[in-house]
T-cell receptor, first 111, second 115 residues
Framework: QQPVQSPQAVILREGEDAVINCSSSKALYSVHWYRQKHGEAPVFLMILLKGGEQKGHEKISASFNEKKQQSSLYLTASQLSYSGTYFCGTGGGSNTGKLIFGQGTTLQVKP | DSGVTQTPKHLITATGQRVTLRCSPRSGDLSVYWYQQSLDQGLQFLIQYYNGEERAKGNILERFSAQQFPDLHSELNLSSLELGDSALYFC??????????????FGEGSRLTVL
């Protein structure tokens, strides 16, 4: 089942902060975050694993609430290079291999 | 450069035809994923292979099939093509463990246009 992202789109000025949310109706074992710039392939940002382990980007942080089946991506002091579409992907339990992405959140950072 | 190679980069064909998209994963990655992205749409999961075996299936049409070969490259076969199959098809590879999906490294995609 596809996770739901909010908001669908965000417009920021450079230096402003943004939060992108991802929620699932199913139990989450891991949450992935990727950014895709127009015309390019998605690029990995972060993985959050059940149990709190987190691996990823040095300037972007995220949280993972297992009980609420939600994750949030925090973009602080945004830069022009942060513009793009952000996708969260949720993985099932062990040995399922399926990584389902949300519909995406488009972020535009203006000077 | 993610290390994942997809060919061809662009493909234009007619309705009713059949095409094969090819993907070479990063060296050492055992998992290959296929995703479909229609114009300005999200990433629709099609299928995943792990070390030669199908591991997970998504919304893949019966007209589509895939396989992963002993050298770990994968092919996605699309047949009886329809206009709606026009999309960007991404392959991604990952170092997965049996318990977790690792980070995905995406290829540049194969853009399919069906006329």
């Amino acid at each position: 089942q596809q996770p739901v992202q909010s908001p669908q789109a965000v417009i920021l000025r450079e230096g402003e902060d943004a939060v992108i949310n991802c929620s699932s109706s199913k139990a989450l074992y891991s949450v992935h975050w990727y950014r895709q710039k127009h015309g390019e392939a998605p690029v990995f940002l972060m993985i959050l694993l059940k149990g709190g382990e987190q691996k990823g980007h040095e300037k972007i942080s995220a949280s993972f609430n297992e009980k609420k089946q939600q994750s949030s991506l925090y973009l602080t002091a945004s830069q022009l290079s942060y513009s793009g579409t952000y996708f969260c992907g949720t993985g099932g339990g062990s040995n399922t291999g399926k990584l389902i992405f949300g519909q995406g959140t488009t972020l535009q950072v203006k000077p | 450069d993610s290390g994942v190679t997809q060919t061809p980069k662009h493909l234009i064909t007619a309705t009713g035809q059949r095409v094969t998209l090819r993907c070479s994963p990063r060296s050492g990655d055992l998992s290959v994923y296929w995703y479909q992205q229609s114009l300005d749409q999200g990433l629709q999961f099609l299928i995943q292979y792990y070390n030669g075996e199908e591991r997970a299936k998504g919304n893949i049409l019966e007209r589509f099939s895939a396989q992963q070969f002993p050298d770990l490259h994968s092919e996605l076969n699309l047949s009886s093509l329809e206009l709606g199959d026009s999309a960007l098809y991404f392959c991604a590879s990952s170092v997965d463990s049996p318990y977790n999906t690792g980070e995905l490294f995406f290829g540049e995609g194969s853009r399919l246009t069906v006329l």
